[in-house]
């Protein structure tokens, strides 16, 4: 789960780890009111979306203009750039170019800035072991360091046992070519970020830039948190942090009947059991010349009504020419899978190829519903035969 900028900091400040003070305002008055907190005389006004490079963006109204992240240096100026910006349309390189709307800022004190650097905390799959990754390269994006400077990135494992040990700040610290109070300072920051990191069962922690300050602190100039949502059951009061607006409505509705959906930008719509699966079956597709719309995993005891569910999702995407229903019946009853897909078809009056392959638990009863079914369901065999089928399909219907 993403959540906002503002609201990352209160969590991480909650750990002890320094942020500049700051107040998230939905108006140009609030804005104001926001700054007069603050003791200036340089205030940061800063959009808040689920997006990052919000400091090179541009908005849509005004695409040679500022970008969504300004320093000004009065009162006056917080009001008048925090009106510019809300309500305005974002477009950074991580929003696509539909961007995304502006509808809170956040206004910041101005700091000393002697350095920037990068400093996250992730969790590496291959190792399961929480890792630090650092560079000197800070305000960057740290895809573009690892392509351009790959020698400038610093990592460092934990073991999930020992955990944390001040040797692993130091290691970070003078890697990063801190010395003095800096050392310590970063060594306490560390350590109280992988608090936050474990506490709060987060999936990452990026602050870009960590900031050294002309006095040698070190601060969390940005911060961006991803909350993992498998953990949200313990952690009640953060599900309250969730944007719905934020969100794709699609996907925010395939959550609410449990199912995992993905957008993607393709014109083939997937339905799969089992993300091992859906994985495969996207890759099937582009083998043989197609491009798959989304990731869609109905899990493997889904009923009739979430399958009527996900087909709705899979075709509000206009993009969608065609779909791919890939299932293996082991928990799953194949009857059951087409008992879904016929009355999804029939309630949304289906207008593009479908094309379903089954296999496994009470497959001939299954594909007996689809063929009485009268629908123009396409079936196949096996997983190659499928992807053959609906690329062909999709061409021959343009």
Known sequence: MNIHEYQAKALLARYGVPVPKGFVAYTKDE?????????????VVKSQIHAGGRGAGRFKSDPNGKGGVRVVKSVEDVGAQAGAMLGQILVTKQTGPAGKEVKRVYIEEGVDIKRELYLSLLMDRATSEVTIIASTEGGMSIEEVARQHPEKIIKVAIDPVAGYQQYHGRKIAFALGLDG???GAAVKFIGNLYKAFT????SLVEINPLLITGTGDVIA?????NLDDNALY??????????????????????????????????????????????????????????????????????????????????????????????FGGIMRCDVIAE????????????????????????????????????????????????QKVVTAVKEAK
């Open 31 to 43: 804005a104001v009111d926001a700054a007069r907190k603050l003791p200036g005389p340089v205030f």
């Open 181 to 183: 109070k800096q050392v």
């Open 199 to 202: 506490g709060l069962d987060c």
């Open 221 to 225: 100039l940005d911060a961006k948190v």
């Open 234 to 327: 313990r952690h009640k009061e953060l599900e309250e942090l969730r944007d719905e607006s934020e969100e794709d409505p699609a996907e925010l509705e395939a959550g609410k009947h449990g199912l995992n959906y993905i957008k993607l930008d393709g014109t083939i719509g997937c339905m799969v059991n089992g993300a091992g699966l859906a994985m495969a079956t996207m890759d099937i597709i582009k083998l043989y010349g197609g491009s798959p719309a989304n990731f869609l995993d109905v899990g493997g005891g889904a009923t009739k009504e979430r399958i009527t569910t996900a087909f709705k999702i899979i075709l509000s995407d206009a993009n969608v020419e065609g779909i791919l229903i890939n299932i």
């Open 340 to 387: 879904g897909v016929v009355a999804a078809a029939r309630e949304v009056s289906l207008h593009v190829p479908l094309v379903v392959r089954l296999e496994g638990t009470n497959v001939d009863l299954g594909k007996k519903i689809m063929k009485d079914s009268g629908l123009p369901i396409i079936s196949a065999d096996n997983l190659a035969e499928a992807a």
